[in-house]
């Protein structure tokens, strides 16, 4: 941290108005590295703010939205097991969280707390950088909470078609069964199952399983035919998955989870300090977290 960033808050200290309070709740929280990220962004942007990590365990939530509310913070992060408990103790939910069913971000409207949900958002972004997601035929792996934020972000962005496919079948028709009374993007659900074949015909394959997320080694049992596509992948560590890689053999041009990482961030922040965030540092401070 920077003299410009201790000094700022020192200033705001004995001048007022007092620095801005944020932090991320969640357990396990060590190895989360959205501290150094978002505290690189408010150096950059100028923004007197202070953001720390808690460790909130299971059955604390409510006290710690309470304490939140009481300290006078300014907003959040939500991270696992918390996501989805935590609606019930907040006073409203923007579109995307009440689609998804969870929270990973938190601000303030007066004395009120809004969760939102920018892990979709931040992936919206990531594809949309590349090419417009209106009328892409759509293919995601998985459908637990990470593929759900994502797959309502893009049916709001108006996809053509989203297929989910997942292991346990009756979990992709449950989202497909809940999101298809709120948007027109026609929704199904398919198994998948081993050797799962990727054909040439998908605009965007989607990895949001947390296969490879704790064993980099591994990777889904996927049979992909060579063609234009773009494949992404949730998970962001390592960077080059084994999806990755395999997609790109295959022809596909690739999105890594760093991007996601950093854009629903950028999300995040722009929201809080109300100013624009220059996703390169943010992704700098990533990148450094992760080789500490
Ligand atoms: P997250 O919040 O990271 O999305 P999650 O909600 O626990 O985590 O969801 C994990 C996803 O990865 C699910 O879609 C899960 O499939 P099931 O619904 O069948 O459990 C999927 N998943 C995890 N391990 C898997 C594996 N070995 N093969 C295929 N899918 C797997």
């Keep these: 941290m920077s003299d410009n960033y201790k000094t700022m808050g020192e200033r705001a ?67 696992a097991p918390h996501k989805v408990e935590v609606i019930q103790y907040l006073d ?28 979709g958002k931040g ?13 892409m035929k759509v293919l995601v792996l998985g459908a637990g909470g990470a593929a759900r934020a994502i797959i309502t972000e893009l049916a709001l962005h108006k996809a053509g078609s989203i297929t989910i496919a997942n292991r346990t079948l009756e979990k992709a028709q449950a989202i497909v069964d809940t999101l298809s009374k709120e948007v027109s993007t026609k929704l199904d659900a398919i198994k998948l199952e081993d050797h799962f074949a990727i054909d040439k015909s998908w605009d965007l394959v989607v990895q949001a399983t947390s296969v490879g997320l704790f064993a980099p080694q591994e990777g889904l049992d996927l049979v992909w035919e060579k063609g234009e596509r773009i494949a992404a992948d949730v998970v962001f560590n390592p960077i080059e998955t084994q999806f990755l890689k395999a997609a790109q053999k295959a022809g596909a041009t690739c999105v890594d989870g760093l991007g996601m990482l950093v854009y629903q961030g950028a999300i995040a922040i722009e929201k809080w300090s109300q100013r624009k965030t220059n996703f390169a540092t943010m992704k700098e401070a990533l990148e450094r977290a992760f080789s500490l």
């Design 13 to 79: 200290l004995m001048h007022g108005p007092l620095e801005a309070l944020f932090c991320c709740i969640g357990d396990p929280v060590i190895g989360n590295p959205t501290q150094i990220m978002v505290e690189d962004a408010f150096e950059e942007i100028g923004f007197a703010g202070r953001y720390l990590t808690c460790t909130v365990a299971t059955g604390s939530v409510k006290e710690a939205i309470e304490g939140i509310k009481a300290l006078g913070f300014a907003g959040a992060n939500v991270t």
């Design 123 to 135: 992936f919206h972004t990531s594809i949309e950088l590349i090419k417009p997601v209106e009328g």
């Design 92 to 119: 409203g939910l923007t579109e995307s969280a009440r689609l998804s069913g969870a929270v990973n971000c938190i601000y303030r409207e007066g004395d009120k707390l809004i969760g939102d949900n920018t892990d």
